[in-house]
C-alpha cells in the first residue's frame, strides 16, 4: 500500500471551509490515510462502497464480538443531509467515515480492515475540531459497541466518558473543558 505524502498532492481549487486540512491520528506521525471532505464529488462512489461494505459485514453480538458491524441506524446517521461528513480515504478509496450533525451529536464507523489502526480517532479529532471552527460548544458521541475501546479512545482524546449502563457510553466534547486543559 502506497503512503500518501499531503505535501505532493495538488492544491485543491475548492473553498477552504469546503476542504479541511489532514488530521493525523498522533501529532507528527504520518499515517497511511487523509482525512478529507466526504462529500466532494469525487468521493461520492467510494462512500457508496463504503456504506456497502459495512452492510455487507456479518453481524456478531455479546462479548465474543470483537468486531461487531455497524447497526443500520449508525450508517443512516452517517449518511444524513444535514450533516458534515469527513473521511479516512487510502488510494481514493474510504476506510472511515465521520459525521457531525447540527445537535453536536457525532459519529464514526470504520470498515472491518481498518479497525484498531487510528482510523477512528483521527476522524473523532477533526470532527471535534470541525465542530470547535463552526460554533458547536459540546460535542457528543454515543456507543453501544466496543465500549472498551471506544472509551480509551474518549479518554486519549480528552473526552468525558459517561457509562450509559448496558454496555453503552457516550463521550462528551464540552468547549469549557477543552479550554481549561489546553
Same mark, same amino acid.
Do not use: Y
Given at each position: 500500500?502506497?503512503?500518501?505524502?499531503?505535501?505532493?498532492?495538488?492544491?485543491? =481549487?475548492?473553498?477552504?471551509?469546503?476542504?479541511?486540512?489532514? #488530521?493525523?491520528?498522533?501529532?507528527?506521525?504520518?499515517?497511511? #490515510?487523509?482525512?478529507?471532505?466526504?462529500?466532494?464529488?469525487?468521493?461520492?462512489?467510494?462512500?457508496?462502497?463504503?456504506?456497502?461494505?459495512?452492510?455487507?459485514?456479518?453481524?456478531?453480538?455479546?462479548?465474543?464480538?470483537?468486531?461487531?458491524?455497524? #447497526?443500520? =441506524?449508525?450508517?443512516?446517521?452517517?449518511?444524513?443531509?444535514?450533516?458534515?461528513?469527513?473521511?479516512?480515504?487510502?488510494? $481514493?478509496?474510504?476506510?472511515?467515515? $465521520?459525521?457531525?450533525?447540527? %445537535?453536536?451529536?457525532?459519529?464514526?464507523?470504520?470498515?472491518?480492515?481498518?479497525?484498531?489502526? +487510528?482510523?477512528?480517532?483521527?476522524?473523532?479529532?477533526?470532527?471535534?475540531?470541525?465542530?470547535?471552527?463552526?460554533?458547536?460548544?459540546?460535542? #457528543?458521541?454515543?456507543?453501544?459497541?466496543?465500549? $472498551?475501546?471506544?472509551?480509551?479512545?474518549?479518554?486519549?482524546?480528552?473526552?468525558?466518558?459517561?457509562?450509559?449502563?448496558? +454496555?453503552?457510553?457516550?463521550?462528551?466534547?464540552?468547549?469549557?473543558? %477543552?479550554?481549561?486543559?489546553?
Amino acid at each position: 500500500m502506497a503512503v500518501l505524502d499531503p505535501s505532493s498532492l495538488p492544491t485543491p =481549487s475548492l473553498p477552504p471551509a469546503f476542504l479541511p486540512t489532514p #488530521f493525523l491520528p498522533t501529532p507528527f506521525l504520518p499515517t497511511p #490515510f487523509l482525512v478529507v471532505a466526504a462529500d466532494h464529488p469525487s468521493l461520492i462512489a467510494a462512500r457508496e462502497r463504503f456504506v456497502a461494505t459495512l452492510r455487507a459485514e456479518q453481524r456478531f453480538f455479546g462479548r465474543a464480538s470483537a468486531n461487531p458491524k455497524p #447497526f443500520p =441506524s449508525l450508517i443512516a446517521k452517517l449518511l444524513a443531509d444535514d450533516s458534515l461528513r469527513l473521511a479516512a480515504a487510502v488510494d $481514493g478509496e474510504i476506510v472511515g467515515l $465521520g459525521c457531525l450533525r447540527p %445537535d453536536g451529536e457525532a459519529a464514526v464507523a470504520v470498515v472491518e480492515e481498518w479497525r484498531g489502526r +487510528g482510523v477512528a480517532t483521527a476522524l473523532v479529532r477533526a470532527v471535534t475540531v470541525r465542530g470547535r471552527q463552526l460554533g458547536h460548544g459540546r460535542i #457528543f458521541i454515543r456507543s453501544s459497541h466496543r465500549s $472498551g475501546a471506544v472509551a480509551a479512545m474518549g479518554e486519549a482524546l480528552g473526552a468525558t466518558v459517561v457509562d450509559l449502563g448496558r +454496555g453503552r457510553i457516550e463521550l462528551i466534547f464540552d468547549a469549557e473543558s %477543552d479550554a481549561r486543559s489546553a
